[in-house]
């Protein structure tokens, strides 16, 4: 598995250390979507992309929020070439309409989030998700079991949560902490599947009473919970704490105006990585318009406790992963409004993450006629486990056992990697140079094992300017 520096979990001792947080290169620059939507509507990317092997094609879930457009799904063989390129060609998506409003509930009632995953272990209903029914009344508001055989055509199971969000702004669970009281699980409400244990991971939404005044800072944030089974209750008493809570201050990185609207969460080895939207309904950054959400970077080691990637990215911005571009841009074309992402992370094709999002030309704050329209689906790309790189300086890993033999390193330009023993001792040193995703290293002929024998090593990765190191992998 690659060991990445997202935080200071491997790092023992450091010295003039210095990271760097790095973006999705967009393709296009952000200024023409992959996926366009109708004329004055939009596309978000509120669902998933999953692989079905029964077709060979890779198959992305995604809405129609405007006039009550539903939801879609477009296919690719290779997750880059997709057979659908704009709403007309999308392939509709129909999820059992059979939950009757209660009387006065039905006027803004729709379907919300949505988050799937190809489960093969079913051959009948391998296609099997979470949907947000909302506006349905008390009870019946909330995220919903559904499941499907050929991914265009799904049946609703139970109610997972009841999240009735009515007047109060007030649901189910109410949780204090760090002097807010929030409340929820809410709208934007997902999971994930975890490979690794065959389990899921639970990604809820807190939020706390407005008021009158929409453009303060509510809180939205976010809180997680393991699950064996999806289509069981959940007893959202059982989130005892947020993981993720807004500052609404000057402070950690955040604005007051700040807040963690949606996350996604994805098994990247033994590290769990995800999105983090930020929506601000007021002040105009530099990355992004008032009314606008961008993408920050989030990292945790057992999916429950979760930070913020604090570092800098490639344009010197503290911990923006994905920016907007400038409202209204290329004629309303691109991605300056309202960003989603898919729930899945970023697919990994040939040598390169391939990370696909949504977003509007326009956010909520802009003129009725324009409001969230324009944009559409657009694509990203990474360097294999490029998120975060060492750009200089030194650092010593924990001790560390290896299950494999050869040490790679993902790295450009020159770096020596060292192996220490228990008292500190130098037993190997290898020079690498070049760019690579899995430099093979070699310490004088000898693999890590030969030098490392079966006890216990620490690494020293000694970094020097123009130089950037990514991971590193005992296979």
């Known amino acids: 598995m690659p060991q990445l520096f997202v935080d200071d979990a491997l790092i023992e001792s450091q010295s003039d250390l ?15 979507p992959l996926i366009v939507p109708a004329k004055g509507k939009d596309l978000q990317a509120y669902g998933s992309i999953v692989y079905d092997p029964r077709i060979g094609k ?36 129909s999820f059992a309409p059979d939950v009757e409003p209660d009387p006065g509930f039905g006027a803004r009632r729709g379907l919300d989030l949505f988050s799937c995953h190809y489960n093969a272990k079913d ?25 499907s055989r050929d991914g265009r055509q799904w049946e609703r199971g139970r109610q997972i949560v009841s999240s009735y969000a009515g007047k109060g702004d007030t649901s189910s669970h109410t949780i204090q902490q760090d002097g807010k009281t929030v409340n929820g699980p809410g709208d934007v409400t997902i999971f994930s599947y975890d490979p690794l244990e065959d389990r899921y991971l639970g990604i809820f939404k807190f939020y706390r009473e407005t008021g009158r005044d929409r453009g303060a800072n509510g809180y939205r944030s976010r809180a997680y919970l ?12 059982r989130i005892q704490r947020i993981a993720l809570l807004p500052a609404g ?28 939207k930020i929506y601000h309904a007021r002040a105009d950054y530099p990355y992004s318009a008032a009314g606008c959400a961008f993408l920050k970077f989030a990292a945790s080691r057992d999916g429950l406790n979760w930070a913020k990637v604090p570092f800098d990215n490639d344009a010197g911005v503290s911990e923006v992963f994905l920016g907007n571009g400038p409202e209204g841009g290329n004629r309303a074309q ?74 790679r390193v993902n790295s450009t330009g020159q770096l020596t990697v060292d ?12 020079e690498v ?21 079966p006890s216990p090593v620490r690494l020293r990765f000694i970094v020097p300017p123009e130089s950037r190191l990514y991971s590193f992998t005992a296979n």
């Open 123 to 147: 051959a009948e209903y391998p296609y099997q998700g979470w949907l947000f029914y909302a506006n349905y009344g008390l009870d019946k508001e909330g995220t919903y079991f559904v499941r």
């Open 58 to 93: 890779y198959v992305m879930f995604v809405r129609e929020h405007i006039g009550g457009g539903g939801f879609f799904l477009a296919t690719s063989s290779d997750g880059l070439r997709w057979d659908q390129t704009d709403r007309a060609r999308l392939v509709p998506v």
């Open 226 to 237: 393991f699950l064996d089974r999806l289509d069981a209750p959940v007893d959202a008493r």
């Open 419 to 430: 192996v220490l023993d228990a008292a500190g001792k130098t037993l190997g040193r290898a």
């Open 334 to 407: 691109n991605d300056g409004g309202y960003i989603c992402e898919f729930s899945q992370g970023p697919l990994r094709i040939g040598d390169e993450l391939i990370y696909y999002y949504s977003a509007t030309s326009f956010g909520k704050r802009s003129s009725p006629e324009t409001r969230i329209t324009g944009g559409g689906i657009f694509r990203a790309r990474l360097r294999v486990d490029g998120f975060v790189s060492v750009d200089w300086g030194t650092l010593t890993t924990r001790p560390l056992a290896f299950a494999g033999d050869q040490l």
């Open 433 to 453: 140079s070049g760019d690579s995703i899995g430099h093979a290293a070699s310490f004088d002929g000898k693999s890590l094992r030969d030098v490392a024998g």
């Open 18 to 32: 210095k990271r760097m947080l790095h973006q999705p290169i967009k393709d296009n620059g952000g200024n023409a």
């Open 249 to 276: 201050a000057q402070a950690n990185g955040d604005t007051p105006y700040d807040e963690y609207y949606a996350s996604t969460a994805w098994r990247y080895g033994s590290h769990w990585l995800g999105g983090l």
